[in-house]
Nanobody, 125 residues
């Protein structure tokens, strides 16, 4: 499956952005999905996860209450709604798909099998 992330851009602090991740070459339904981000000079870090059916989600602490992950399996698309953006949210955001089971560690990048190319989000102060 190929993943295409989109929706990034340059915004001011406090603004909202919605990222999309669309799959081609296969259905997203069998995969758990995650969003990761990587800022310059830093390691890639977990942002959010959603289970295949959308019933389970998880977030890194710094984005809880501000970011929401969702999915529309009929559209083969996963979303990351980001509100109240902060300059420290600036990064390249990547979506990823995992064949893992529910007990897998979805906070780890190694759990994911397919990655999108990334979309830049820049938040100015």
């Amino acid at each position: 499956v190929q993943l295409q992330a989109s929706g990034g851009g340059l915004v001011q602090a406090g603004a909202s952005v919605r990222l999309s991740c669309t799959a081609s070459g296969g259905a997203l339904r069998p995969y758990a999905m995650g969003w990761f981000r990587q800022a310059p000079g830093k390691e890639r870090e977990f942002v959010a996860f959603i289970w295949r059916s959308g019933t389970n989600t998880d977030y890194r602490d710094s984005v809880k209450g501000r970011f929401t992950i969702s999915r529309d399996n009929a559209k083969n698309t996963v979303y990351l709604q980001m509100n109240s953006l902060r300059p420290e949210d600036t990064a390249v955001y990547y979506c990823a798909a995992s064949r893992g089971v529910l007990s897998s560690n979805f906070l780890a990048a190694s759990t994911y099998n397919y990655w999108g190319q990334g979309t830049q989000v820049t938040v100015s102060s």
